[in-house]
């Protein structure tokens, strides 16, 4: 018989098979980075701008605008346009977030010539034609609508809204009445002022053909694309928001939607790694001391989480769940006692080798192929990090002790400062 | 191309290995070859509910996850109406742990009261919050049962009925793992930066003592042809009318299939594509549309739904989608349309080709489905569908007869209440 009380022995990775980016500075100030790996014939183009919802005067405009980049161009249709893509099996993300927007296209490497003229087209001549705006709005406020009707949702744009303040652009709740009425000439506007090559960076990523660079310049290079400056961002002060709570009733929920947490910084903060561990320990992974209290030893939950959310200008800290009505309390009170566990209970030798070892193969994970490492490199990009910041998170993960956790959790995530929302029963 | 080695060892398991030295890692993938199809109809969510009691430790191992996360890995699983598939992947040179942990649990479970009433609570949530507690969540609860009178899916995986769950006893547990959970009835997969005379050596060393055990045959009832269309109009406390029409299909094994499986995405994928180009943006009908098949291993369904949009007429929309279905079904598409759909195809397969969590999980099921290989055939099966052969799959499948029909009406205060609409 096979010994099957010993576990087989195993051994930690000590590489990162890290592809160094080739990066390029074209005329018009667009820094192109290439990544080239992967045997399939694959690749993927990604434009980030650096500018998002933050930088609009008013609401839903940069994710109007990122939308509808490909609802017609001076040439073509938004027939067109969908017909172009889907006929080479292409499709685009068109992702706007709060301090950037990001457009993306998957595509073969054999239909990169086409695409790439497309590209060039809708992100350089968008007309956002006033009846697909109108259209877009409508079915976008119908969504939102129905997601009016998720506690899950609800807790999450009112936490928001507690710890950014309705007037910062980070804690605006979008309303129904947000999606009508918008101009075209807004969506103009901030195309003009922000869809500009000094704003942007591109990450080609995959297996790439050999003219791919020669093309990309060609299409998104040119000096017709407005060298012109960058005006600078609006600024909003941050609030202190203190802690609160909030309780959100919807009648007839089976669920309740719990979010704890508070405002904090992001990644380029000097505790941000460790935290970042203390985090998982607490919520970031199966393992952890929430999912296994609140689901696999209690059964209160289908599954909980905590999250370090970075963003441009800040970063917050949140606990979320969606328990059964008659738990809520119960679900509540332990993940408070959670938290206090992580600044008084020191992770056990075990607790933390599990840790370590799931998280260093995590980031390994994080390098695995050419796709992942672009989004690796979108980060270091858009928050001015170079590689030795991914490196120090992997010597930080290596060497960190448990008093250090604690106190890490002592001083960031006190469960005397949070901020709590609960929706539904 | 999916290149691939295949091995059995004697007490039946299947084991497919593929070679990608471009990534580090390496994943593995069970499939045993039981879903919701196999369950009895008064216990229905079982295989799924059992799928979370394979977390709970096994005969020699307590702790399945934290073994794996020390390991670097990661995992998790689903349940269909077919299969019950798990799946984990972690660094290459700990590809043992695999093995150990993935064996020991096929040798057996250690059974518990305390595990079994926890992760009925679980699975309970897990009900509530994807199904009941969300604006049309509980269309897949409606439908099937619409759809299908006899065969058994007519329930979703998840149950019909959140008593079955609780119902459940570890007795039933006992008879489920032993009838099911055997190496004649699962399949191995292993991809990544692993070597296959490797991989076969500890499959034979964890795996091979395991006892075979006979694996029962199936006897599903076959559900009749549909000779009249059924309707089920339901009032909801949501936003929006939703229109869900359902059609029988073959299934995934029939030569038909990939012919189905296009015309769904003639109909919904992607933003050209007739349903979205026509009735959402050009008509605006609709703030949503969407088309998908089930492709189950026994007969499917073809499934469209739509979102109607604050003042048009349910009835009317749904002639609107009538005369969209019957243009399928009345002449043959374009070249270029039917290349478009072949041409999205294409990019999903190869960008699939290119994961290789994706790749072991695609061995297993075209083996189950008969041949790993069959995985490589698939493109052709695509590119060979004719204009022709589309249109008269079209005409089989959209006939009012085919259909199953459920309105989601706005509800005006009422709930919950349901009406049956001849």
């Known amino acids: 018989m096979t010994d099957r009380s010993t576990p087989p022995a195993i051994r930690l990775t000590d590489s990162i098979p890290f592809i160094r980016p080739q990066s390029h500075l074209l005329d018009n100030g667009l820094t192109v980075c290439f990544l080239e790996g992967g ?132 804690g605006y709740r979008v309303k129904t009445e947000d999606f009508e009425g918008m101009e075209r000439e807004s969506l103009l506007q901030f195309h003009r002022n922000w869809f500009r090559p000094a704003n942007a960076f591109c990450i080609v990523s995959g297996h790439l053909p050999a003219n791919t660079g020669k093309l990309l310049e060609s299409c998104l290079g040119s000096g017709s694309w407005g060298a012109s400056e960058v005006a600078s961002p609006p600024v909003y002060p941050l609030i202190s928001p203190g802690s609160r709570k909030v309780f959100l009733e919807v009648p007839g929920s089976l669920q309740s939607a719990i979010r704890i947490g508070k405002q904090l910084f992001n990644r380029t903060h000097p505790a941000y790694h460790r935290l970042k561990i203390a985090n998982a320990m607490l919520g970031g992974y199966f393992g952890s001391r929430l999912m296994q209290n609140i689901r696999q030893d209690k059964g209160f939950t289908y599954g909980i989480g905590s999250n370090l959310v970075s963003l441009l200008r800040n970063g917050y800290f949140f606990i979320s769940t969606q328990v059964g009505t008659g738990v809520r309390q119960a679900a509540t009170n332990e993940i408070y006692k959670e938290l206090h566990g992580l600044r008084t209970r020191p992770a056990s030798h075990s607790e933390l080798d599990t840790l370590r070892n799931y998280l260093s193969a995590n980031f390994l994970r994080s390098f695995d192929g050419p796709f992942a490492q672009s989004e690796r490199l979108k980060e270091r990009l858009v928050f001015g990090l170079d590689f030795a910041h991914d490196e120090a998170y992997i010597k930080e993960l290596l060497s960190v002790t448990p008093e250090q956790l604690m106190e890490v959790a002592g001083n960031y995530l006190h469960e005397d400062g949070m901020m709590e929302v609960v929706v539904g029963k | 191309m999916v290149s691939y080695e295949k091995h059995s060892l004697p007490n039946g398991l299947r084991i497919l290995v593929h070679r990608d030295d471009t990534t580090p890692m390496a994943a593995v993938n069970i499939l045993y070859n039981v879903g919701a199809r196999d369950e009895d109809p008064e216990r229905t969510g079982f295989a799924h509910l059992f799928e979370h009691l394979m977390f709970e430790g096994s005969k020699n191992i307590p702790d399945y996850d934290r073994r794996l996360q020390h390991a670097g890995g990661e995992n998790n699983a ?47 949530e897990e009900f509530r919050q994807s199904f009941l507690n969300q604006p049309y969540g509980d269309a897949g609860l409606l439908l099937r049962p619409l759809a299908y009178e006899i065969h058994p899916y007519r329930w979703p995986t998840i149950g019909k ?187 999903t397969h190869t960008f699939s080709e290119s994961n290789h969590l994706a790749k072991a999980m695609n061995l297993a099921y075209y083996e189950l489905m008969g041949e790993a290989g069959l995985l490589n055939l698939q493109m052709e099966k695509y590119a060979r569908v004719s204009p022709e052969r589309l249109q008269k799959v079209a005409a089989g499948i959209f006939t009012e007869k085919n259909a199953s029909v459920l309105h989601y009406e706005k509800a005006n205060g009422i709930k919950g209440k349901e009406i049956i609409q001849e």
């Open chain 2, 161 to 347: 009925d959140i008593s079955h769950i609780q119902e459940a006893t570890l007795e039933e547990v006992r008879q489920f793992f032993h009838a099911h959970y055997h190496p004649g009835n699962a399949i191995l997969s292993v991809s990544g930066n692993v070597i296959p005379e490797e991989v076969f050596r500890l499959a034979g060393k964890w795996f091979g003592e395991l006892p075979g055990r006979k694996t029962p045959q199936r006897k599903l009832p076959a559900e009749p042809l549909q000779r009249k269309q059924k309707r089920l109009v339901v009032q909801r406390e949501v936003p929006q009318h939703q229109l869900i029409m359902s059609f029988h299909t073959c299934s995934r094994l029939h030569p038909d299939f990939h012919a189905t499986d296009l015309l769904s995405d003639v109909l919904a994928n992607g933003d050209s594509s007739r349903l979205i180009r026509k009735l959402v943006n050009h008509k605006k009908y609709f703030s949503e549309a969407n088309a998908y098949v089930t492709g189950s291993l026994d007969p499917g369904q073809l499934v469209i739904s739509a979102r109607l949009h604050k003042g048009v007429d349910p009835v009317h929309a749904e002639e609107i989608l009538w005369k969209e279905l019957a243009l399928l079904a009345g002449e043959p598409l374009g070249e270029r349309e039917l290349e478009k759909v072949k041409n999205k195809v294409e990019t």
């Open chain 2, 78 to 124: 689903f349940t269909t109406n077919d299969i019950t598939n798990y799946y984990l992947s972690l660094p290459a040179q700990n590809l043992e742990v695999a093995f150990w942990l993935e064996s020991d649990r096929m040798l057996g479970l250690a059974f518990s009261e305390e595990k079994l009433a926890t992760q009925k609570n679980v699975v309970v």
């Open chain 1, 39 to 170: 045997s399939e014939d694959i690749m993927k183009i990604e434009l980030v701008f650096l500018s998002g919802s933050y930088h609009q005067n008013d609401p839903l405009v940069a994710f109007a605008t990122t939308k509808l980049l490909g609802a017609g161009t001076v040439k073509m249709s938004q027939e067109q346009i969908s017909e172009m893509l889907d006929y080479h099996g292409a499709s685009l993300q068109l992702n706007p977030q709060k301090d950037i927007v990001s457009v993306g296209i998957h595509l073969l490497g054999k239909h990169l010539r086409p695409l790439l003229g497309l590209l060039q087209e809708i992100l350089l001549q968008p007309l956002f034609p006033a009846e697909e705006l109108q259209t877009f709005l409508k079915n976008q406020q119908q969504i939102h609508i129905i997601n009016q009707k998720k506690v899950q949702h609800l807790a999450m744009t009112i936490f928001n809204e507690l710890i950014y303040g309705e007037a910062h652009p980070y």
